[in-house]
């Protein structure tokens, strides 16, 4: 996905884009070190099991509400992959904020359009979307883009697990 002629890299939050990912750094370990490759593909196909069923219990959520405000490009994969409608909110960095006419436009269209979400990354600026929150019906969820945080074996499902929690917390009121 491109914005703005810019690349957008975070493509492991589309679930089908990761396991692809996954296959792919198994088969470079195997071209690399062909000595351990029944221990690659044991690992590979375990792990990629484990992902199966991760993405069955995504494809088996129906959202109701549908549109959300992101202020995070990196979840753009995972909404566009549970057919989500999306405001992007597009800002110059963690730490810019935004116009008072950018503001006001998105509060009006929030309001109009009834939606009640606004997705941050966890470490993201919260200024302009607490000013949004407050002139709407929106209610402000942290979602985990997997930039951060710990490495053990199974974060990225962990991680994907509770984001789809949150969101099926928020979306199906």
Known sequence: MHEDDEENGHIWLNIDNYITQVQTISEGLCTLDSKNVDIYR????????KLEKLKEEYDSFEFTNKTVISFNEAF???LDYLNIETIEIK??????TMSAKTLSEIIDKANEENITTILLDKNDNTRDAKIIENETNCTIQNLNSGLYGNFEKDAYINQMH???????ALLNK
């Open 42 to 49: 044991k690992n590979t196909d375990e792990y990629i099991k």
């Open 91 to 96: 800002t110059e960095g963690e730490e810019s």
């Open 76 to 78: 753009e994969y995972l």
């Open 162 to 168: 509770e984001n789809l929690q949150k969101l099926q």
